[in-house]
């Protein structure tokens, strides 16, 4: 999760477990726009089998039961945006009924780049198992592919983010007295701040480092909110700079 950082650095800022695990969440937004229910990001689904489950350790609970916490059912929702197509964003996208594999949100548009979708089909990727045809085939239809950035949504500016894949995005939401910026794994955790701390698994590191830098500034200068999809106790950070560098407080 934390690239070149070393284990002595890094294990101040999150504890292992005794396999070298350490807490994140898959968090999504949920949007009310006039345009409808708009969900940000759909998690790692429930279609997994023990073995996977226990390599993970994932919790057993999806965005179905988030959306259902706050009113809300997945045939209700009428836009889904994907920050990239990696398993613990993307497996959501579709569950089992019985032997079929069916969409979780059949009355959504699902909002990707491009380049991203491309890639995810191709299985683009160093980590050979986190872009899953189980997850994309059955949505193909639903599909909007964008290139670069685009309003797709009154309020909703997609950003390309390149870095952590080709084709990954930030989402970047306008409302009347605030606006969001949903970083994906262009900034995951708090911690992620720090220029040097990239994923391991990021296709391009370098091009992430500035990416994140770029970004972060930017919230800063215009006092965006970040949102925060994978740290386990902050949901929503701000932007300041300090020394030259980018930092997080959380909100």
């Excluded at 350790?57 to 990696?86: C, K, M, N, Q, S």
């Excluded at 189980?134 to 239809?141: I, N, Q, R």
Aim: charged share 20%; with cysteine.
């Amino acid at each position: 999760m934390f690239g070149l950082i070393p284990k002595t650095m890094w294990s101040q800022w999150f504890t292992p477990d005794e396999q070298n695990r350490i807490p994140l969440t898959t968090r999504s937004l949920l949007v009310d726009t006039s345009d409808g229910l708009v969900l940000v990001e759909a998690g790692y689904g429930d279609k997994w089998n023990e073995k996977e489950r226990a390599m993970y350790e994932f919790a057993p609970r999806t965005v179905v039961d988030a959306l259902r916490e706050h009113g809300a059912t997945p045939d209700a929702i009428a836009h889904v945006v994907l920050t990239h197509l990696h398993f613990d964003h993307a497996a959501g996208l579709t569950r089992k009924v019985g032997a079929e594999l069916v969409s979780t949100f059949p009355n959504a548009r699902i909002h990707v780049q491009r380049q991203e979708w491309q890639d995810a089909l191709a299985n683009k990727s160093t980590m050979t198992k986190t872009y899953f045809r189980s997850h994309l085939d059955p949505v193909a239809t639903q599909m909007e592919l964008h290139d670069g950035e685009c309003e797709p949504l009154e309020g909703f500016k997609l950003l390309p983010s390149i870095g952590h894949t080709w084709g990954h995005q930030s989402v970047l939401i306008q409302g009347q007295d605030k606006t969001v910026l949903f970083l994906g794994d262009a900034c995951p955790t708090m911690h992620h701040a720090h220029p040097a701390a990239s994923l391991g698994y990021d296709m391009l590191a370098y091009e992430s480092m500035l990416t994140k830098a770029s970004l972060l500034k930017r919230a800063a200068q215009e006092q965006w909110i970040i949102a925060l999809d994978h740290d386990p106790t902050h949901a929503y950070a701000s932007a300041v700079e300090v020394d030259g560098r980018m930092m997080l407080h959380p909100i």
